[in-house]
């Protein structure tokens, strides 16, 4: 059964923004003025951003706000999952984690309008303040370890494709982010558990910009720019239902179903691209020939093709010829 502090956030939303009395929420959940004031004060504290005005009662910006609630109505099957938080926290990964050694189901999203310690790939930070969408999504997909390797494309493609249908037409830059106007988007983290070669649990962490801030965050682009008006819960919706989708697909198909569709949304196609280590130092240079049907990057050298499982991809400055050689592949980790 939902607490109460639940219902009384409920309430704000279902009243589309308009002030609802405390007395009103008070009367409809059968619960006193004072802990409805209670409820009200604990959101608030957990990061909702509530308005109280005397003579009218509370209102909630629902272009800004990301509860639950809120989120669900945009959501195609919202009965199959289950959403959390919405407010403040420290990183949605790891709420997500605590979950999940629980045993959270999957479909559990644990959503956030604000981090204050989100995190990238490879302990990198990310940027989280208000006005972006932040979640971390639990899914026990019955997959094989070798093709969850995967998932964070599936899940960068998902989104863009749900992006899509709100008019925003995203690219994605392997292994995953999603770009806009050649700014960075979204980036996409993935945490993994397996039992023998299959996958218990994955986490995909989610941060998308919407709202540009005050300081916008250097290289980043912001939803808003480009199809303005869009409240947060709707994006977040589609990002949630399109990661579900293409997970699905991925179960179902393999990423070898989606690769044609990641390759042309891919920044770097058929360019010249260089790939370095987290420590600086070169993967391999070349030109970006495609992904191949485990979501490994194709990269085409005077000595042949390389297949490279990771590593941090820049465009070269200047485009150039495309590749044609053929000679047989080398695997790079
Ligand atoms: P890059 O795409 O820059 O190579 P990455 O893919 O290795 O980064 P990510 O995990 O996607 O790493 O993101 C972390 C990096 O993204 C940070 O190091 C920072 O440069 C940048 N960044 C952090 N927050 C944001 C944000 N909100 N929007 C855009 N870029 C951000």
């Not at 929420?25 to 951003?49: C, N, P, Q, T, Y």
């Not at 589609?238 to 891919?266: K, N």
């Not at 920044?267 to 987290?278: F, Q």
Request: proline share 5%; glycine share 12%; aromatic share 4%.
């Amino acid at each position: 059964m939902a607490e109460t502090r639940d219902l009384v956030l409920e309430a704000l939303v279902a009243s589309a923004g308009a002030p609802v009395s405390g007395e009103a929420i008070a009367h409809d959940l059968g619960v006193s003025r004072a802990a409805v004031a209670k409820h009200v004060a604990s959101l608030k504290e957990s990061g909702f951003e509530i308005t109280a005005q005397h003579g009218t009662g509370y209102s909630i910006d629902l272009a800004t706000v990301l509860a639950p609630p809120a989120v669900s109505r945009f959501l195609a099957d919202p009965a199959s999952l289950h959403l959390l938080g919405g407010g403040d926290t420290g990183s949605t990964m790891d709420d997500a984690r605590a979950l999940v050694e629980r045993g959270a189901p999957d479909g559990t999203v644990v959503l956030a309008s604000r981090q204050t310690s989100g995190r990238g790939r490879l302990g990198r930070s990310w940027e989280s303040p208000k006005g972006g969408v932040y979640f971390s999504l639990i899914a026990r997909p019955t997959i094989p370890v070798a093709e969850a390797v995967s998932l964070p494309l599936a899940a960068c493609l998902g989104i863009a494709e749900g992006l899509d249908s709100l008019g925003a037409h995203a690219s994605v830059k392997w292994p995953n982010d999603l770009e806009l106007e050649g700014g960075k988007l979204a980036g996409i983290l993935m945490e993994m558990s397996a039992e023998a070669d299959c996958v218990a649990w994955v986490i995909i962490g989610v941060g998308i910009n919407v709202l540009r801030p005050d300081e916008p965050i250097e290289r980043a682009a912001y939803l808003e720019s480009s199809v303005p008006g869009l409240p947060l819960s709707q994006v977040a919706a589609v990002a949630v239902d399109g990661i579900r989708s293409a997970i699905a697909e991925a179960g179902s198909a393999g990423f070898a179903s989606m690769r044609g569709r990641y390759e042309r949304r891919f920044v770097a196609l058929g360019h010249e691209v260089v790939l370095t280590n987290p420590d600086g130092t070169l993967v391999a240079e070349g030109i970006a020939r495609g992904i191949d049907e485990v979501g490994r990057l194709v990269v085409a050298r005077d000595d042949g093709e390389l297949i490279v499982s990771s590593g941090d991809l820049s465009l070269r400055a200047h485009p150039t010829r495309r590749a044609d050689r053929d000679s047989g592949p080398l695997a790079v980790s």
